[in-house]
């Protein structure tokens, strides 16, 4: 037996050693053996196969770099992109702040032009209120000259009452009075229905401005005056003429309040060329009112004269408005408790048949009755 390759066979070793790798080599040259006859090493690739597939690997390698490298391009691509955004974001967010930083100043300017003309108004409007009020004492004066105040139709100790109704119809229809009686009433309802009118006390003299539907102008009529919400108080019987070079001033009109001007500029545009003031074209209240409010239009002025006091008429309107919401009262209670009353003859404000309708020739000026009911 052939030592095996390597494998140094001396005095030295021991017979096991050398009986141990014999037969180990044994084992070996028979597995080659065997491999060869199986034909294993047919499978085993040429040096041109190698290279073939050493070439695809490159290739592969290659086209990965390729990849790689457009991949990182894009990136990069997209990178500067964001980048130049980003510094156009901030260039407009720089540009933002600097206009709000202008804004804020602007805002400080204007705060402080809107105070100074906020108190210029108030001092405006303080002076129109100081020449409203001279307006006011002027006309009181030339009234005063016109008529003596001191005359009094009333007793020292009577002090008129008001009244309330709610329904001006009612009230009129219920009135009690002789058919030789001729009342021309005129009610005056509160603002902003109508404009102010300007009597200190019951009875006494005093003026307004451009009463609606007063005709004619220099009759007798019976004054009534809406105080608050649906109270009214008998003033006595006057007459009213036109107060010449005392229309109402720019510094009153201005002290109106803005549903005041409305109505009344609408009234006067219904009235159409029948008013009895400056001529020209009715249009729009809108238009009425910027003339009222330029100064081109002034609403006239008129005295009012006491001539009486018809107690009779002050008896009859607070018995009748008393009557007439004491009914009123009644009906409510009688359909809430939902029953039906049937009566042969109807009764208006507790006019029936203990008490028979009389002729009512009472001619009612003013605002017009369906108004004063709607509370326009």
């Not at 009244?163 to 009686?181: G, H, K, W």
């Amino acid at each position: 037996m052939s030592n095996p390759p390597g494998i140094l066979l001396t005095s030295d070793l021991t017979p096991e050693v050398v009986e141990f790798w014999g037969f180990k080599y044994k084992e070996a040259k028979q597995e080659l053996e065997t491999l060869k006859r199986s034909g294993a090493y047919d499978n085993v690739p040429t040096y041109g196969e190698l290279k073939r597939h050493n070439e695809l690997l490159q290739t592969e390698a290659i086209t990965n770099t390729k990849r790689l490298e457009a991949k990182e391009k894009f990136i990069q691509e997209i990178v500067a992109s964001n980048r130049n955004e980003y510094r156009a974001t901030q260039q407009r967010l720089d540009a933002c702040n600097a206009e709000k930083r202008d804004l804020l100043l602007q805002i400080g300017r204007l705060n402080t032009e809107r105070v100074s003309l906020h108190h210029q108004i108030q001092v405006c409007y303080s002076q129109a209120a100081s020449l409203a009020a001279e307006a006011d004492r002027q006309r009181m004066a030339a009234v005063a000259e016109l008529f003596n105040p001191g005359n009094s139709f009333l007793d020292e100790s009577f002090t008129p009452t008001s009244f309330m109704f709610s329904s001006l119809q009612q009230l009129i229809a219920s009135l009690p009075r002789d058919t030789s009686n001729d009342w021309q009433l005129y009610f005056m309802p509160r603002p902003p229905n109508s404009i102010p009118l300007r009597v200190q006390e019951v009875g006494k003299p005093g003026y307004w401005f451009y009463p609606f539907n007063l005709s004619p102008m220099d009759a007798p009529f019976e004054l009534v005056v809406e105080i608050e919400c649906n109270k009214w108080l008998y003033f006595g019987r006057y007459t009213s003429c036109t107060l010449p070079s005392y229309e109402m001033r720019l510094s009153e009109w201005m002290a109106l309040d803005e549903q005041t001007k409305l109505i009344f500029c609408s009234r006067v545009a219904s009235q159409n060329s029948k008013l009895p003031i400056q001529p020209g074209s009715y249009t729009t209240p809108i238009d009425i009112r910027q003339r009222y409010e330029s100064g081109q239009w002034n609403v006239p002025c008129y005295s009012l004269q006491c001539v009486g006091y018809d107690m009779e008429l002050y008896e009859a309107l607070q018995s009748t408005a008393l009557r007439c919401e004491r009914d009123v009262s009644t009906i409510s209670r009688s359909q809430s408790l939902g029953k039906r009353r049937r009566t042969e003859t109807p009764s208006i404000c507790g006019l029936g048949e203990d008490q028979p309708t009389k002729s009512k020739t009472a001619r009612i000026e003013g605002t017009a009755v369906g108004d004063l009911d709607k509370g326009e």
